[in-house]
């Protein structure tokens, strides 16, 4: 373990979550001893009974407004939504699909009722999917969704050394990071894609949401393709190298590759120590075809320890370009394609190819962790900070400690604007209303077109 490990890890052990949702130390040092009794009393309740945590969650928090405008895509219900599967878990491990509803009022009820431990958002059907026993097999087919990404750290366990299986820290989320940064630039630039909802999972990864029109209308072959265009990570654990890339790189991988390139060195080489120990380095030099330089490198890198990381990177630059020269990699990049292998994103094929592929809801909460799962602004990306992410134990308390600041409150606000769970919530409102706006200004627009002829 480096230095920048051990200090990460220690700085995640040494987080005090109340701490973590206010400005100022005087505000926790203000709280009534008897209330920080009654606050630790209730979390040792809360953690062996999280049915009441989720009822507080879904009648005080969820932002039922904002959600049903979202997935309608208008104000008053249209089959975007009408249409819509909605998919339960309850606590009780009891899956429930094919739920649809009339509009969001109904939606609210449901979930107030059932107060699931999981919802999961699945496609537009033509025929309403709580119906779907009235028809054929033939007539129940999906015929819209957004196009979805999911993005877990699991699949980057080959090539983290911090965490492994669902566990992440500081260290490991910046390949979260980077995988924002690049999917998003693409959909926007080349594909001109323009509202795009990012999302954390509430554990280990990202969700991304592209709600425009044509990206709903996208049939499983389109669909695919555009997967097919982003996903250049090939192959499996048995396969050492995993990324083939040839003269000229097309735009948007040069695009890509300066993302790379700013984060190649700082996560993969320092904060990941990749070269730092054989049995790290060694799994890196299996995917250089040419066995003298591997060994080369391999016996310099165990002799000359002193050497850091950017200089032991730099020995492998120096020893491939002589040996291309030599006609043996065929004249490719290999540093540069090791570096992408290390930091490209890596693609959940299947959830994106298919249209009726459920997908974790955003503002649900994980039923591991209990955080709610958070959008994420794509301009602030780099600041995202998983660990500090709300749960239901943290919204709980923030809520107490705010009401018994405020027994006489002037005017009412929203409980949500009470707890950190308030710039979120603001972000996705805001993120809706754009749309909207935008849907409209679009419909104008064809009107005014159509009247013209």
């Known amino acids: 373990m480096n230095d920048i490990q051990e200090k990460a890890i220690n700085e995640i052990k040494d987080i005090d979550m109340l701490e973590d949702f206010f400005s100022d130390d005087d505000q926790i040092m203000d709280i009534n001893p008897d209330l920080e009794q009654q606050l630790k009393e209730q979390d040792e309740f809360d953690l062996s009974n999280p049915v009441f945590l989720y009822r507080m969650f879904y009648n005080s928090f969820f932002p039922y407004k904002q959600y049903f405008n979202w997935l309608n895509y208008d104000t008053t219900p249209t089959k975007s939504f009408t249409h819509r599967e909605f998919s339960f878990t309850l606590p009780s491990d009891i899956y429930i699909r094919f739920q649809s509803f009339s509009d969001g009022e109904e939606l609210r009820k449901e979930i107030e009722r059932l107060q699931p431990a999981k919802i999961d958002i699945g496609a537009i059907y033509a025929v309403k999917p709580k119906n779907r026993k009235t028809v054929s097999e033939s007539a129940f087919k999906p015929v819209e969704k957004e196009l979805v990404f999911d993005i877990d750290m699991t699949d980057y366990d080959e090539i983290r050394t911090c965490c492994s299986g669902g566990d992440v820290c500081l260290l490991c989320w910046e390949f979260m990071t980077i995988a924002i940064k690049i999917i998003d630039k693409a959909l926007r630039e080349d594909f001109a ?261």
């Open 193 to 453: 894609f323009k509202h795009i909802l990012w999302v954390y999972s509430g554990r280990r990864g990202v969700h991304c949401w592209v709600c425009d029109e044509r990206a709903r209308k996208l049939d499983n072959d389109a669909r695919k393709a555009i997967v097919n265009y982003l996903d250049i990570i090939k192959g499996g654990a048995q396969m050492p190298r995993k990324v083939r890339l040839f003269a000229p790189l097309h735009p948007s991988l040069k695009r890509s590759y300066q993302v790379v390139e700013d984060h190649f060195e700082s996560l993969v080489l320092r904060k990941m120590g990749i070269l730092d120990k054989p049995e790290t380095w060694r799994k890196l030099l299996e995917i250089i075809p040419d066995a003298d330089v591997k060994q080369k490198l391999d016996e310099a890198w165990k002799s000359q320890t002193s050497k850091t990381p950017k200089e032991k990177w730099n020995m492998l630059v120096s020893s491939i370009e002589k040996a291309d020269k030599k006609k043996r990699f065929r004249r490719e990049n290999l540093p540069r394609d090791i570096m992408f292998q290390y930091c490209y994103p890596r693609l959940d094929i299947k959830v994106s190819t298919n249209i009726n592929h459920l997908l974790k809801s955003p503002f649900c909460v994980h039923p591991k962790t209990l955080k709610v799962c958070v959008p994420i602004r794509v301009e602030e990306c780099e600041k995202f900070d998983p660990l500090s992410v709300p749960n239901l134990i943290t919204l709980r308390k923030e809520l107490t400690i705010y009401n018994n600041r405020n027994l006489a409150p002037e005017k009412k606000i929203a409980d949500y604007k009470k707890t950190s769970l308030k710039p979120y919530i603001e972000y996705f409102e805001k993120f809706v209303m754009d749309m909207i706006i935008d849907i409209k200004k679009g419909r104008r627009d064809e009107a005014d077109r159509s009247m013209e002829f």
